[in-house]
């Protein structure tokens, strides 16, 4: 059974650090493997998303990695802002081979960038 | 419209009650997923659909659960006889292939 975890649980950081969120699963069988940020009474915004074959995709101040065969991968902030507080969360799409593309969450990385 | 839109965005049920949760999802999109997020949890899977046929339910934690999607676009997830440990914040998401595009979820909790 898939199992995705999130270290650290929270972090708090001052305004302008870069800092890295790590997510690890279980089974490296795996479509592909997306992060989410959730503000609070908030549903979830798609950050980034890595396809199984890639390493890594970057949008902006925001970076993520796969390694699949270790079965991790990082989310990169950089020059973080208090806009950026949130909670993140990392999703795999394991591979069982059936129709659905369901998403298998971690329990997400609370975020606090203090100005 | 522009996302995926849920109502109500707050539903407060006595124990027993029967509840309805509904989906709009982005026009077009063909996979629509509901998932259970409980408080500090991670949303959990629970079911989903492929336009009006609902190919995987396995993650429904009781058959009080229920879910159709019957033109393939609005969905509604029921919860029959509402218990406690039901409270939770109900997110609906499509989907045109690999990318999900969540909606603001449905918090639903049962005094």
């Known amino acids: 059974k898939q199992e995705v975890t999130q270290i650290p649980a929270a972090l708090s950081v001052p305004e302008g650090e870069n800092l890295v969120l790590n997510c690890s699963f279980t089974d490296s069988a795996i479509y592909n493997l997306q992060w989410f940020r959730q503000d609070p009474g908030k549903g979830l915004t798609s950050l980034l998303l890595?396809?199984?074959?890639?390493r890594e995709q970057t949008s902006g101040r925001l970076n993520a990695s796969l390694d699949k065969s270790s079965g991790r991968s990082t989310l990169y902030i950089a020059a973080s802002q208090p806009g950026d507080s949130a909670t993140y969360l990392c999703?795999?799409?394991?591979?069982?081979?059936?129709?659905?593309?369901?998403?298998?969450f971690g329990t997400g990385t609370l975020l606090a960038v203090q100005p | 419209g522009a996302g995926v839109s849920q109502s109500p965005r707050y539903k407060v049920a006595k124990r027993g009650q029967d509840v309805a949760l509904r989906c709009d999802p982005i026009?077009?999109?063909?996979?629509l997923f509901w998932y259970q997020q409980a408080l500090g949890q991670g949303p959990e899977f629970l079911t989903y659909f492929q336009n009006e046929a609902q190919l995987d339910k396995s993650g429904l934690p009781s058959d009080r659960f229920f879910a159709e999607r019957p033109e393939g676009s609005v969905s509604t997830l029921k919860i029959q006889r509402t218990q406690q440990e039901d409270s939770a914040v109900y997110l609906c998401?499509?989907?045109?292939?690999?990318?999900?595009?969540f909606g603001q979820g449905t918090r639903l909790t049962v005094v």
């Open positions: 998401a499509s989907s045109p292939g690999a990318a999900a595009f």
């Open positions: 999703a795999v799409v394991p591979y069982y081979g059936g129709a659905t593309n369901k998403l298998i």
């Open positions: 890595i396809q199984s074959s890639q």
């Open positions: 026009s077009g999109h063909v996979s």
